[in-house]
Nanobody, 123 residues
Framework: VQLQASGGGLVQAGDSLRLSCVAS????????MGWFRQAPGKEHEFVAT????????SHADSVKGRFTISRDNAKNTVYLQMNSLKPEDTAVYYC?????????????????WGRGTQVTVSS
């Protein structure tokens, strides 16, 4: 499966953005999906994950209550709604797909990755 993320940009603290990730292929609903981010000089950080049918979601403590992951299998798309953005949210955001339910919080469990979209939050 090929993934293409979009929706990033330059915003001010407190603003909102919605990231989208469109998957090619007809097996999108077979994958659990995740969002990760990487700030300069840092490792990939787990942000959120959603199961195959969208019934189970998990969010990192750092974004809980501000970010929401969702998916639309009819559109082969996973979303990340980001509200109340903070400067520390600045990073390149990646969507990824995995067939592993257990361990889906770890980037090395993901089979496929999109190219990433830059989110920059100014103070």
């Amino acid at each position: 499966v090929q993934l293409q993320a979009s929706g990033g940009g330059l915003v001010q603290a407190g603003d909102s953005l919605r990231l989208s990730c469109v998957a090619s292929g007809r097996s999108f609903s077979s994958y659990h999906m995740g969002w990760f981010r990487q700030a300069p000089g840092k490792e990939h950080e787990f942000v959120a994950t959603i199961d195959q049918i969208g019934g189970i979601t998990s969010h990192a403590d750092s974004v809980k209550g501000r970010f929401t992951i969702s998916r639309d299998n009819a559109k082969n798309t996973v979303y990340l709604q980001m509200n109340s953005l903070k400067p520390e949210d600045t990073a390149v955001y990646y969507c990824a797909a995995t067939t592993y339910y257990t361990g889906r919080f770890a980037p090395d469990k993901y089979n496929y990755w999109g190219r990433g979209t830059q989110v920059t939050v100014s103070s």
